[in-house]
């Protein structure tokens, strides 16, 4: 348990940060957990596991790739009718397919999404996003010319990353402060607005780094496309039983470290931005609109509507 507890400290810190990145980190660190378990029967290893979930869960509220992760390695230890070495050995298997799931699903979603790329165009994003980066560097290598405007992301500087990525990958990028956005989205003409996801929720709505809302507001007065590209395992079970998706409140200090005392600061981390703004979700099972999210994943994972907590 013990590197699980440091995994879980370097998400909640942000050293793991991107939900495809926090849920795989997660996942790895839940494998290790079983691998080590000195669990004399299954039942002791479900406690030992639901004990490691939360640990994890607790880490940061605004990540269903995580949260539907873990539990589909306790949905199918549950699940699992058998003596302890064969409960271990399906669950150290349930780990290893959600990881090639992940893994698999991000080379899809790069190839369909840089399907929507053309060479010349101007593309905007905000935060980092290993999926948006990856479908970039996809169209860059399949030799299209592109220039990608990234925002700087206050307050944890996400988009560094960004443009160091894009930059390490030859492409060409512009970045420029947040409070820029739409300056940059009319003055560049962008052509494209391309952002992550945290979360998708049953009514379609996309969750992602605060500000994505004002991106996609500006967006939407210049008529650019706004595509999100997010594997289906950011969709959060919650929202189709009425919960709301928490958004996470960081630390004050992430935004000034010595204020005047007194001084009330807010840091929400992340915000939704309804299917109105966006023109389709980029998925590992293809282009669609939003709003059939949750009818598609009925299909696609019918577990993640059968969990218990
Ligand atoms: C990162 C963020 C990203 C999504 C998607 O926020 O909002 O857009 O997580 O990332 P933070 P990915 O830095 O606070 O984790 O596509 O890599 O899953």
Redesign the pocket.
């Known amino acids: 348990m013990e590197n699980l507890i440091q995994v879980a400290k370097k998400i909640k810190d942000?050293e793991i940060?991107?939900?495809?990145?926090?849920a795989k980190a997660a996942i790895r660190s839940m494998k290790e957990v079983i691998l080590n378990s000195s669990a004399s029967d299954p039942d002791l290893l479900f406690k030992e596991l639901l004990q490691a979930k939360n640990i994890l869960f607790n880490t940061?509220p605004t990540e269903p790739?995580m949260r539907n992760g873990l539990r589909y390695v306790l949905f199918e230890i549950k699940e699992a009718k058998g003596d302890i070495e064969t409960t271990k050995e399906i669950a150290i298997k349930t780990c290893d397919k959600i990881l090639n799931y992940f893994e698999d699903a991000i080379l899809k979603i790069h190839e369909i999404g840089a399907r929507k790329i053309l060479s010349g165009m101007q593309i905007m994003t905000?935060?980092?996003?290993?999926?948006?980066t990856g479908i970039l560097r996809k169209a860059h290598e399949q030799g299209k010319e592109i220039h990608v405007i990234c925002t700087e992301t206050r307050p944890?500087y996400?988009g560094h990353r960004t443009a160091r990525e894009l930059i390490e990958a030859d492409i060409e990028v512009t970045f420029v402060v947040d409070s820029a956005m739409r300056y940059m989205m009319k003055h560049l003409e962008v052509d494209l607005a391309l952002?992550?996801?945290?979360a998708i929720t049953s009514e379609g709505t996309i969750i992602?780094?605060i500000g994505?809302r004002l991106f996609a507001l500006a967006a939407d007065e210049r008529d650019v496309p706004m595509y999100c590209?997010?594997d289906t395992f950011?969709f959060s079970p919650e929202t189709s039983l009425g919960f709301l998706e928490k958004i996470e409140k960081r630390s004050p200090e992430e935004i000034w470290k010595e204020a005047p005392s007194g001084l009330h600061i807010e840091n929400p981390?992340?915000e939704t931005v309804p299917r109105r703004y966006i023109d389709a979700l980029i998925t590992e099972v293809g282009v669609f609109p939003p709003s059939s999210i949750a009818h598609q994943l009925l299909q696609l994972h019918p577990w993640m509507f059968a969990f218990e907590e």
Request: aromatic content about 4%; proline content about 0%; glycine content about 6%.
């Open positions: 942000l940060q991107g939900a495809r990145n926090v940061r790739a905000h935060c980092h996003s290993s999926t948006v944890r996400q952002i992550g996801a945290d992602n780094k994505t590209a997010a950011k981390a992340f």
